[in-house]
């Protein structure tokens, strides 16, 4: 055939194209334009589909680092069918990680697989050796030293004269299999077009208890306004109930202007004390304390006794300003002016909130802007304050709190932001991906079984759980949820426990919730009637019917049990009662076990048969299993796959068993206890 | 506050980065890597997640253009919900196609809205109305000439000292909204990351009916080889059944070296004629006919007299030699060698195909052997030849195919290339995604109402739809699937139908297809008993249980009924019998609806009650609605959702319905006929 002439553009590439394809890597969040998420020592499962033309064997290799190293970690993967293949590493150290794929074809392993076929059809022909042992000869040259000549000896077996049997033998000797492997022909290799990255955060991003308290209402003395030394007096009572983080509302002055009363009256009295987020004062703006809290060295001593007993101080980031905010005057710039010269408040109309001026991102001077609002969350960071809760971080912009979360973390990579963004659910996920460490959630307002179910489905089953990590709250000082208002004592408690096992980072606020407050300042409303958001509340810590002993309870629990803590494992069981859900979780390593069945009803008893797939939970259906009931005490003996479970409001709308995984027999030694 | 001192790299970025996120764009294939695909005239609907912070209005567009136009035509994107935003365009032209979204504030349309809302509310004051004045002469300094001056205008009237309620009327006159909406500030708007390509082809490769035929075969005496000259008389018997394509097996030199005896023998006779696949020998390689077919005249003559009878010949491109293929000679480079020098034949150890070398990708000569092989290509182009059935593709490297087909249509933008790749499901999509505009499936062994539902679900819901488009095929010379061995009439029949109605593109093995051969070389095998593959066979074209005329029926209503040619709108339908399954497929403007429905049982008579989405059909529920099966000619009066079927597979294992939308009443003028 004569050759056609063509133009130069209908020539072949250079270089010849990589054979082996690698495509639907997971995680993998928006073609890598975001990280995924992990805490320190938690485990990265990737998956890619690996495929090449033809049938020839594959090698596959999980290439990892930390950011700061040059140099790759390498882990093979394995086929888990139709073309899919897996590995995975561990996160070790708190900064970014980075991940890839590469793959390549395996000459020697496809020879071998041919050559073991022929040989059990008794096909096997002379030279099928000979082409075997120059592949060896190959890895051979990309050897050096020993194990370069004991593969040129190898290769000269297959060549010898043995007899054809003995040769064969050794050709598919796993062990030269595995030298030959060590010594791969990569040049031809294919890599994943992304370097994939993974943001570490330490333990408390993924599993946390929080506990919100207005240090204003701390005093214990009714009618004087509480201080960050009356916190310090508090930090005991949080402790005992087992939370990790202290979580306050701003510190800061409050402004005057415009100052709201009681019950978000527009009319203050002079002794009102305003709203903590109308932020800023003649005292001083976001980096300075309320003056009747207390001052800084209070502050310093605060986050010190905290941290003694096992607690962390988390501040609230509100980047909104009072009339009153030094910044109004220093920086006019940074706020919206109208065209008669008056700034411009916060409004949603026809609402107006005259005592907030939002921050005008959209103004010349924004680098400015920006750069002061990250000297804020330094300053506290360098006050000792590693989490910080944001206020409506969704009506800021996105590239502003990417720009501030990466910055801060750059050279603080412990801080923890927690977005309180209760808003559409994709600015919800997409805040998450910029880098908010833990997001508020709908949890307050997923009531039944089939929306927890749903729900939870979406925030652990699909792409989500890479990128969003929930914390569930019960109440907020904004919300207070209508089933707290009228489902009483079980209702508080099945919410608790909802909160505390269905996803590892919970929060309440509290006072307010060990106490079953449940007056709104409306029927229809879920606003609290005399919310401490305007006023000072006084709590008294020490009332008989407090729930303070069962959420040190359900705290302890979450800390005893890995299972808990974290929300990868999680499983919703069938159990044929609509006012019953049953669920389990386990940790990580399979060893931890814990199942939790929640009557979600307040005012009746309900029972009903729990399913459970004893194979999947790693339970024999031979042998009954025990389980112990880790808030009642109860411990049962169940068979099979199913149970029967009765749970009564009244006395405990919720049982968290601790699954044993074998019952000892009287063949063992010793009886359970 | 006292600055900070931060090093440099703290600083914010040098641009304020766009406030609008434009994220999950859909269609994007592995985040744009490869192009969409649609023929001439189909639709691309867009869709994104377009958000920002707060909550301002936003507008979004999509913006399209041939690949060769330098600038973009803009269509206004419409909210679906859940911040979801959708818009259309037509792929106008035989050629690439791009689009991407662009997305920005809307300031005037957020004023406008929250202005809405204080007026309701009785809150507006003065100065809204000159915030929203300034707005409009901000787009009056955009705008040029005439409508600058209009914009002025208006402004200066929302500043003017007309009643409030009369300035309030004309600030939301929705003229004026339309007016500022023509001149937006699109400095910050934000676009999508990447450029998207849509794959353009012509209707051929969406719709279309072959028919395989062996030319020499074709010859009605018995016994003698049949020619190309025989294939121009049998045209119009393959025409008058209303197929689009005549797709011939391999018409160039068959190699005489191992030849094939019948029934896949390896002792041929030398009368034996060997299998067309094993390409090559004296007389030439891919590029020349065999000669015992006949002449590049005669080649000629059938690709214009097809033509003439609304035929397209497809051709078969196979990338293999015989040992006799002049290559071996001239390019031995192109062949791998054995250490012993001999030639390596294709295996599937332990299966060995002497009478066929596979063509060695990976060798040094590689670039010359990839221009050859696209020479082959061009060389039947330039016949006249348009579409190319690809024997095997997924055993030739994935990105040889990708530059094949991209060369060859650069120039020749109507080619049409089907992949004949039965292997892993991954492998099959990879290989769709590189270019080929249609691939065989795995219809030949989905057979029940599950597996045929779940199959077509994942091909027409699922992303696979933007880059698959399958090409059902009841039987080939390689698969005579189990039921058409075992179900006689009624199972190619009901075959038939499927094939033709569930894909927009089918083909059948002609001949053997409508003269329902069914005998396996063994009990087990899929071969065909005295497979053309391997020798000469006659066919009795006059037989009287020939399915030619029902193959005609159902090729007539796929021609009239566009419902028929697109797989975008396929709908399975509850029925209570699990032999009988329904479904429906509407035309893209909805007007044109089919029902259909096929017994699967060849054995016995099935009937069920079809429930139907009358809504979604854009039937009314009160009224009675005809249904007209147009292969066997019954007409019916349907009443609501639930109708009752009864198919008998002797004489009709499937019904085709055209369902008219309305049955006109005695008010009516007419009756419908």
Same mark, same amino acid.
């Given at each position: ?46 998956? &890619? ?44 150290? !708190? ?38 042992? =120059? ?28 007899? *054809?049997?003995?040769? &064969?033998?050794?050709?598919?000797? +796993? ?60 930090? +005991? ?44 004062? +003649? ?36 980047? $909104? ?9 220093? %920086? ?41 609002? *990250?000297?804020?969350? !330094? ?14 971080? %969704? ?19 412990? *801080? ?21 460490? $833990? ?18 489905? =979406? ?20 919300? !207070? ?11 508080? $408690? ?69 299972? *808990? ?58 042998? +009954? ?5 880790? !808030? ?22 919720? $049982? ?18």
């Amino acid at each position: 055939m004569a050759k056609r002439a063509r133009p130069e553009a209908a020539q072949p590439p250079a270089e010849r194209p990589p054979r082996v394809v690698i495509e639907n890597v997971a995680p993998e969040i928006d073609a890598g334009r975001f990280p995924v998420k992990r805490t320190v020592g938690e485990q990265v499962v990737v998956e &890619a589909d690996v495929f090449t033309e033809g049938h020839d064997a594959l090698v596959a290799v999980l290439r990892h680092r930390r950011e700061g190293e040059p140099s790759w970690t390498e882990v093979a993967m394995a086929p888990v069918g139709n073309d899919r293949w897996r590995a995975s590493f561990a996160v070790r150290a !708190l900064e970014p990680h980075r991940y890839t794929i590469e793959a390549w074809v395996d000459a020697f392993g496809s020879w071998a697989h041919g050559f073991e076929r022929k040989l059990a059809a008794g096909a096997v022909e002379p030279v099928d050796l000979l082409v075997g042992a =120059e592949l060896v000869e190959q890895a051979a040259a990309r050897a050096e030293g020993d194990e370069g000549a004991r593969l040129r000896g190898s290769a000269a077996a297959l060549r010898g004269d043995a007899p *054809l049997e003995e040769r &064969a033998r050794q050709a598919l000797d +796993p062990e030269l299999r595995l030298a030959v492997a060590r010594h791969p022909d990569r040049s031809g290799a294919a890599r994943h077009a992304r370097e994939l990255v993974v943001s570490v955060d330490r333990e408390r991003g993924r599993f946390s208890a929080w506990y919100e308290l207005f240090p204003r209402s701390a005093s214990p003395e009714p009618g004087r306004h509480g201080t960050l030394r009356d916190v310090v007096d508090r930090l +005991p009572y949080v402790a005992s109930m087992g939370f990790d983080v202290l979580y306050l509302p701003p510190i800061h002055p409050i402004g005057r202007a415009f100052r709201k009363g009681r019950n978000n009256s527009t009319e203050a009295t002079p002794v009102d004390v305003g709203s903590p987020w109308a932020i800023g004062g +003649p005292e001083g703006g976001h980096t300075a304390i309320h003056p009747e809290l207390g001052t800084a060295e209070d502050f310093r001593r605060l986050v010190s006794r905290a941290r003694e007993l096992g607690l962390e101080l988390a501040l609230d980031v509100a980047f $909104q300003c009072s009339p009153d905010h030094p910044w109004v005057k220093e %920086h006019p710039q940074w706020f919206r002016r109208r065209p008669d010269g008056s700034v411009q408040y916060a409004e949603n109309p026809p609402k107006k909130y005259q005592d907030v001026y939002p921050l005008e991102f959209d103004n010349p001077d924004w680098r400015a802007l920006w750069s002061a609002l *990250l000297d804020v969350v !330094l300053h506290w960071a360098d006050e000792g304050v590693r989490i910080f809760r944001v206020d409506n971080p %969704h009506t800021k912009p996105f590239r502003f709190w990417e720009w501030l979360i990466a910055e801060a973390r750059r050279t603080r990579p412990d *801080l923890v932001f927690l977005a309180e963004a209760f808003t559409r659910p994709k600015v919800m996920y997409h805040l998450a991906k910029l880098g908010f460490t $833990q997001s508020y959630t709908y949890f307050s307002w997923r009531n039944t079984k089939g929306e927890l179910t749903q729900y939870l489905t =979406e925030l652990t089953r699909s792409p989500v759980k890479d990128f969003f990590r929930p914390s569930f709250w019960p109440n907020t000082p904004d919300i !207070l949820p209508e089933p707290l208002q009228y489902g009483g004592r079980p209702m508080f $408690q099945a919410r608790l426990v909802l909160a505390a096992t269905l996803a590892a980072s919970y929060g309440i606020y509290g006072a307010a919730f060990e106490h079953m407050e449940g007056r709104a300042v409306r029927s229809g409303s879920e606003e609290y009637l005399d919310s401490e958001k305007y006023q000072l509340r006084s709590w008294q810590l020490d009332r008989e019917d407090s729930l303070r002993d069962f959420i040190a309870r359900v705290n302890r629990i979450r800390r005893e049990h890995p299972a *808990l803590q974290s929300n990868e494992r999680l499983a919703f069981h069938p159990i044929d009662n609509e006012q019953l859900i049953a669920y389990s979780k386990a940790s990580e390593d399979l060893s931890d076990l814990v199942l939790v069945v929640v009557n979600l009803d307040p005012h009746h008893v309900h029972a009903g048969w729990l399913e459970l797939p004893l194979e999947l939970l790693g339970l024999r259906g031979d042998e +009954p299993y025990q389980v112990h009931d880790l !808030l009642g005490g109860g411990r049962y003996l169940w068979h099979g796959e199913r149970n029967y479970v009765e749970l009564d409001p009244a006395s405990a709308p919720a $049982q968290i068993f601790r699954i044993r995984r074998r019952v000892r027999t009287e063949r063992d030694f010793d009886y359970f206890m």
